[in-house]
């Protein structure tokens, strides 16, 4: 689940290989509006927090996404986000 736009979220959550991950429409739009010009960015400003850039596979993207919540079963239990 990405719960918010953030340049390190959009680039890090490839380590966790995620099966689906979520979104919502609004974060999805940053991360095409946004996503390449920050990785450009945090880059050139913080090359020392990316030991190997070219194994980054890029910008995550979301597998599902939703317009304003969703509902989430866990197990007989439901998260809402």
Known sequence: MLTHYHAVRVLGASAFKAEEILTSRATNDLIAERGMEDWASEFGRMPRLFKDPDSIPGLTWPTKTFEQEHRIDLGG????V
């Open 77 to 80: 239990n439901r998260g809402h």
